[in-house]
């Protein structure tokens, strides 16, 4: 089982509550939009990174996060990417990179509306966990939690962080 951690959007604002909310997770994926590259440092301190680089991303953050991953976690195949659109809605060649990925679980940031989202025909779960850092429109700061044990996503928390 591996208990993963889940923010977007932090745009260089780091909230020590990262530390207190991620410190038990096996991992944390950050879906870009990163701001700058101490942020993914600071995070690596609690436990391993994965993390994309987003839109307003550059430096040192674009040439070390690519803007999508595709990678395993436990028994599920995860597309990790900043822009990627929601079930219904998704972005342009996202469904089709979904379906021959075969993947089962889609996070993505961008919006800074968080959600989690069953996507009944393609089979997986779309998460986009909001935004974690004061730059943007949002009214509420989110972070997710969630974990993965063989091919079952469970106990997916949503925490949320005064603005």
């Known amino acids: 089982m591996k208990r993963i951690g889940i923010l977007s959007d932090t745009h260089g604002y780091w909230d020590d509550r990262y530390s207190v909310y991620f410190k038990d997770?096996?991992?944390i994926w950050h879906a870009g939009d990163v701001g700058d590259y101490s942020i993914i440092e600071k995070l690596e301190d609690i436990c391993p990174v994965r993390a994309v680089s987003g839109n307003i991303d550059h430096g040192?953050?674009?040439r070390k996060c690519p803007e999508l991953l595709i990678f395993d976690?436990?028994?599920v195949k995860i597309l990790l990417t900043h822009i990627g659109g929601y079930?219904?809605?998704w972005s342009r060649g996202m469904k089709t990179l979904l379906?021959?990925?075969?993947?089962?679980l889609m996070v993505d940031g961008h919006s800074h509306i968080l959600k989690v989202i069953f996507d009944k025909e393609l089979n997986l779960l779309h998460i986009n966990p909001g935004a974690a850092g004061q730059q943007g429109w949002h009214k509420k700061r989110?972070?997710?939690r969630l974990k993965i044990d063989g091919q079952e996503m469970r106990d997916c928390e949503i925490i949320e962080l005064a603005t």
Do not use: A
Not at 99 to 104: C, L, Q, V
């Open 142 to 144: 989110t972070l997710i």
């Open 73 to 75: 976690c436990e028994d």
């Open 87 to 89: 079930p219904g809605r």
């Open 99 to 104: 379906r021959d990925n075969d993947i089962k």
């Open 25 to 27: 997770c096996d991992e």
């Open 60 to 62: 040192m953050v674009r």
